[in-house]
Nanobody
């Protein structure tokens, strides 16, 4: 089992930056690829970014490429999502998830999930 707890969400203005974090406990953190998903009201869940267990490989959705950066600190069992140049359309609940491969993009392929943190971007 892996327990995931997100933090760092909040209300910001368009153009601002925000970093959300996900702290993991349980099994060896570096064994898992980590992903950030988001879901806005009335919309499907979207895979925003993924990072491999070693941190070498990453994936970004086109909607966030160039603005968001995923990173991890395996010594601290934590994954981060740095969000810059935020837009109102980035408003969503952000979830972190742990999976077996950084190539996974579908939520149902991920094994463990956090409870989510709300990010709201005002215009």
């Amino acid at each position: 089992q892996v327990q995931l707890v997100e933090s760092g969400g909040g209300l910001v203005q368009a153009g601002d930056s925000l970093r959300v974090s996900c702290a993991a406990s349980g099994r060896t953190f570096s064994n898992y690829a980590m992903a950030w998903f988001r879901q806005a009201p009335g919309k499907e869940r979207e895979c925003v970014a993924v990072i491999s267990g070693s941190g070498v490989s990453t994936f970004y959705a086109d909607s966030v490429k160039g603005r968001f950066t995923i990173s991890r600190d395996n010594a601290k069992n934590t994954v981060y999502l740095q969000m810059n140049s935020l837009k109102p359309e980035d408003t969503a609940v952000y979830y972190c998830a742990a999976g077996s491969s950084w190539r996974l993009r579908q939520g149902n392929e991920y094994l463990y999930w956090g409870q989510g943190t709300q990010v709201t971007v005002s215009s």
